[in-house]
């Protein structure tokens, strides 16, 4: 059973730092690309950063690039967001999900994606 289980959500005040984490199992993780995408309420799901599988290529979301970096560790399953400098405008539910469909123009589209995390959320006050 393929789970994935995301942490290092929170609260935090404009300009703050967040790392959230990917937890794998039950796939073959260095075998699928990652994204993490998020959703605010009455929002569409976007992609916010995805890296392929050996991490020599990362995509992010033009708000976001300079302040969050992807990375994962194949070794431990695990996928990582650093997101510095936050804004109110990264509060939403963080997913990360998988996908072996592995391309520039699919990184962002969620129907690519065939596991899901069940989100940790994450709240930016001004």
């Known amino acids: 059973q393929v789970q994935l289980v995301e942490s290092g959500g929170g609260s935090v005040q404009a300009g703050g730092s967040l790392r959230l984490s990917c937890a794998a199992s039950?796939?073959?993780?260095?075998?699928?690309?990652m994204t993490w995408f998020r959703q605010a309420p009455g929002k569409e799901r976007e992609g916010v950063a995805g890296i392929d599988t050996d991490v020599r290529r990362t995509y992010y979301r033009d708000s976001v690039a300079g302040r969050f970096t992807i990375s994962r560790d194949n070794a431990k399953s695990t996928l990582y967001l650093q997101m510095n400098i936050l804004e109110p405008e990264d509060t939403a539910m963080y997913y990360c999900?998988?996908?072996?469909?592995?391309?520039?123009?699919?990184?962002?589209?969620?129907?690519?994606?065939?596991?899901w995390g069940q989100g940790t959320q994450v709240t930016v006050s001004s």
């Open positions: 999900a998988a996908t072996k469909w592995c391309s520039g123009s699919s990184w962002s589209v969620p129907a690519y994606f065939n596991y």
């Open positions: 039950g796939l073959m993780f260095s075998s699928y690309c």
